[in-house]
Every structure is written in structure tokens, then in C-alpha cells.
């Protein structure tokens, strides 16, 4: 700081003073001024201007003595210089050094501070700094697949969040913290889409998983699939033909009955394979009618032109309860056949081997063996003895053959009537 000074001078008994030889001439008065200033201080001392560069020198005030002749200052300054420090220092990077009000820091680490006064002396003092940091700053760039996370100094980093900067207290060199600079690229995952129709049956299974008819849609993870290294994406939209073959609901028929199998196509088929063989003369069987005596299970497998494969299956119940048909009352005036008491009988009855007939005191009005069923010529035509039986209650008793060979019995009550 540059101080101006102004002395004013007055020629009093402190000045010494020096009388010229001639007595014709006034005396001049004479004064010394010595002393000591910072360099940063100029005198003004008369019309003469004193500083470093101009420490000393004569100055003349023109009859400024009380005597009415000139005064002479004879001058002989010290200035000092002001200390000047140098504050070199290595900081960390992220330090922060407050000199003389002034921050100093990793951008702006050169200057010079004056302190006003700083001195032992009274002086300035200057402080020239020049600081030095110490940077552990590392960039951390890497390329990860969507959907990974990569944790640096605990922070998640991921496709919303690849950069940032994160602090380590302490981990760098001198103690000073580490800064790591993270920049990371997500690649996008290759994503694909998989549409197809399969037959109705048909049973895909990917990654694990199954889908079929119930499970038509579904995303799968492809690890490392894709050229980058990365998982792919696999999208299935899956749908199933509309085709259907149909044998008919289970049954059950009694023994000697005919059954008819009418197969229903929703398809175009190409290939029938039937298990046991086709229920009928023809391969394609598109209708048969078959008369059964035991129980059978017919299978149907049919291949259309798209290779589809679809099977059915109908299984076929023979019951041992033929029926037997018996008049509850007849009267021998009756039209023909009602005339006539006969027995008839499904298709799986062959044989009626014997029929008795008995009135209510268990006399036999009627024995015959090996007729047919359904044939009223064969039946009782209600004479007894050569005349017309009484009217009243009267029983039969069959003994039935059917078409395997095996027998059963059938018996029950009639009324004759006249």
C-alpha cells in the first residue's frame, strides 16, 4: 500500500544552523531529516518527492526562515523492504487454502497477498503462493447389457443411472480422497418376436417353460445370446389350429344291439388309423353300424394335411340285461297276431329254448321248447284240451339263449280274456 507523506518544516532552535564568512549575506538555516519507512511510503518534503528509488537530498524553502532567508533540509531517508514469503504447498485436490482472504484452490493455485502492516516492522508483508494438488481423480467407463447394475462405492449404477462421480474418503495418495468418475453405455437388449400356429396338441417347451394351448403367450431371457454378449429377449405369440375329431360319447347297449360309429371331422384328414381296425369295411369309416357282444374301446387317430396329429376314443359298454317282451293280457278273439301269446326279444336274444305257460293252480297250459322270438304262429293261441282256456290269471316262464350261447329266464303274469 502506497502511503504519501507531506513534512512541513519550520526553522526553530531544533535546526542547526550555519552562517556564511561573508557578513554581507543573510545566514541560512539548515535541518537534517533522518529516519526510517516501509518501502511503500513517498515524502513530500518542499516541492521534492522522496521514496526508494530517491531516498536523500537538499531542499531549499526560499525565505521560509524567521529571519526572512532560506531554510535548507538536508535529507537522509532508510525505507526498508517489505518481508516477502514464499507459501509453497502440495494440497489435496479437493483442499481448498484461504490466504489472506483469498481462496486458493485446484483452479486457481498461483498468487501474490499483500498483508498490510504484516511485518515485525510496521511493513507489508508479501506472500507469494504457489500450490501444488495432488489428484486421484480415475474415470471408470465400461459398456453393460440392459438391465445389469454395476455397484461402485455402494451407488447402484444401471441403464437409468450410467454416470456419476463418487468420493472415497482417504483413499487416495497423502491421504487425500479418491474421486472415481463413472461413465458408463447400457447396450440395448435384442429383442425378437416369435409367432407360429401349431396343431391343437402340440406342446412347446423354452427355457423351461411350457406353452401350449392354456399358455399361448410368454417373454423369454436368452443369457449371452446376442452378438454382444448380452441376454436377447424372446417374445412367443403362439396360436393353435382350430381342427377337431370326434367319436361320440361313451355308451352302453345291451348285449346283440347295434351301435353306430359316426366319426366328426372339423379338419381335412389325410390319414385314419383306427385301433383295433376300422369298426367298419371301409378305411375312411365315415359311418358303421356294428352289433357287439362284449364291451370294446374303438381309437381314432387322424393326420390332416398341415401333419396336425389328433386322436379320439369312445368306449362301448355291452350290458347282459336283454330285453324280453311279454303281453300283459291277450284274448284269443283278438285280430291276429294279438290272438296269440308270444315272447319277443332285442337282437341279442337267438333263442327262446323253452316256454311254459301255467294257470293259477300251477297246472301247465302251454310247454314248448326251441322257438323263435317274434314269432306269433309259434305262441299259445289259448286252447287247453281242445277247448278255450278259462279267463283269468295265468304265468309264463322262458328260458332265453342268447347270441354268445349264454341263458337267462324270464317270467311274469298275463290276464286271459274273452
Given amino acids: 500500500?502506497?502511503?504519501?507523506?507531506?513534512?512541513?518544516?519550520?526553522?526553530?532552535?531544533?535546526?542547526?544552523?550555519?552562517?556564511?564568512?561573508?557578513?554581507?549575506e543573510m545566514p541560512q538555516d539548515t535541518a537534517y531529516v533522518r529516519d526510517t519507512f516501509c518501502s511503500n511510503q513517498l515524502f513530500l518534503i518542499g516541492n521534492q518527492i522522496f521514496d526508494p528509488g530517491n531516498p536523500s537530498g537538499t531542499v531549499v524553502l526560499p525565505g521560509a526562515s524567521s529571519n526572512g532567508s532560506d531554510s535548507v533540509i538536508i535529507v537522509q531517508l532508510t525505507f526498508r523492504?517489505?518481508?516477502?514469503?514464499?507459501?509453497h504447498q502440495n494440497l489435496c485436490i479437493e483442499d481448498t487454502?484461504?490466504?489472506?482472504?483469498?481462496?486458493?484452490?485446484?483452479?486457481?493455485?498461483?498468487?501474490q497477498e499483500i498483508v498490510a502492516n504484516g511485518a515485525a516492522n510496521g511493513c507489508d508483508s508479501i506472500i507469494d503462493v504457489q500450490l501444488s494438488f495432488t489428484s486421484s481423480i480415475f474415470d471408470y467407463q465400461a459398456v453393460i447389457c440392459e438391465g445389469d447394475t454395476v455397484f461402485v462405492n455402494g451407488t447402484a449404477y444401471h441403464t437409468f443411472h450410467t454416470q456419476g462421480e463418487e468420493v472415497m474418503p482417504g483413499g487416495g495418495a497423502a491421504g487425500c480422497d479418491s474421486i472415481i468418475r463413472v461413465n458408463l453405455t447400457a447396450l440395448p437388449l435384442p429383442y425378437f418376436v416369435l409367432k407360429d400356429?401349431?396343431?391343437?396338441?402340440?406342446?412347446?417347451?423354452?427355457?423351461?417353460?411350457?406353452?401350449?394351448?392354456?399358455n399361448r403367450t410368454g417373454l423369454e431371457i436368452l443369457e449371452g445370446a446376442a452378438s454382444s454378449g448380452c441376454d436377447s429377449l424372446l417374445y412367443l405369440d403362439l396360436a393353435f389350429r382350430d381342427i377337431r375329431v370326434y367319436l361320440g360319447e361313451d355308451r352302453e347297449i345291451v348285449k346283440g344291439d347295434t351301435v353306430c360309429i359316426v366319426p366328426q371331422y372339423g379338419l381335412d384328414p389325410q390319414i385314419l388309423q383306427w385301433s383295433p381296425g376300422p369298426p367298419c369295411g371301409d378305411?375312411?369309416?365315415?359311418?358303421?353300424?356294428?352289433?357287439?357282444?362284449?364291451?370294446?374301446?374303438?381309437?381314432?387317430?387322424?393326420?390332416?394335411?398341415?401333419?396336425?396329429?389328433?386322436?379320439?376314443?369312445?368306449?362301448?359298454?355291452?350290458?347282459?340285461?336283454?330285453?324280453?317282451?311279454?303281453?300283459?293280457?291277450?284274448?284269443?278273439?283278438?285280430?291276429?297276431p294279438n290272438n296269440r301269446f308270444f315272447l319277443s326279444a332285442d337282437n341279442g336274444v337267438s333263442?327262446?329254448?323253452?316256454?311254459?305257460?301255467?294257470?293259477?293252480?300251477?297246472e301247465i297250459m302251454y310247454d314248448r321248447e326251441d322257438l323263435q322270438p317274434d314269432d306269433p304262429d309259434s305262441?299259445?293261441?289259448?286252447?287247453?284240451?281242445?277247448?278255450?282256456?278259462?279267463t283269468g290269471a295265468y304265468t309264463f316262464w322262458a328260458d332265453l339263449e342268447r347270441l354268445d350261447g349264454t341263458h337267462f329266464t324270464k317270467s311274469g303274469v298275463f290276464s286271459f280274456i274273452r
Fill in 81 to 87: 523492504q517489505p518481508v516477502q514469503f514464499a507459501l
Fill in 1 to 24: 500500500m502506497l502511503q504519501f507523506l507531506k513534512i512541513s518544516v519550520a526553522v526553530a532552535g531544533c535546526l542547526i544552523a550555519h552562517f556564511s564568512a561573508r557578513g554581507t
Fill in 97 to 111: 487454502l484461504w490466504v489472506n482472504g483469498t481462496a486458493y484452490h485446484a483452479g486457481f493455485y498461483l498468487g
Fill in 379 to 390: 305262441g299259445w293261441d289259448g286252447v287247453w284240451r281242445g277247448k278255450i282256456a278259462q
Fill in 283 to 336: 378305411p375312411a369309416c365315415l359311418t358303421d353300424c356294428i352289433q357287439l357282444l362284449s364291451n370294446a374301446q374303438f381309437s381314432l387317430k387322424v393326420i390332416d394335411v398341415n401333419g396336425c396329429v389328433l386322436t379320439d376314443e369312445v368306449e362301448i359298454f355291452v350290458s347282459d340285461k336283454n330285453r324280453v317282451f311279454a303281453p300283459n293280457i291277450f284274448s284269443p278273439d283278438a285280430p291276429f
Fill in 197 to 214: 400356429t401349431l396343431c391343437p396338441d402340440d406342446v412347446l417347451m423354452f427355457n423351461g417353460h411350457r406353452y401350449d394351448r392354456n
Fill in 351 to 362: 333263442l327262446i329254448r323253452r316256454l311254459l305257460i301255467a294257470d293259477r293252480w300251477g
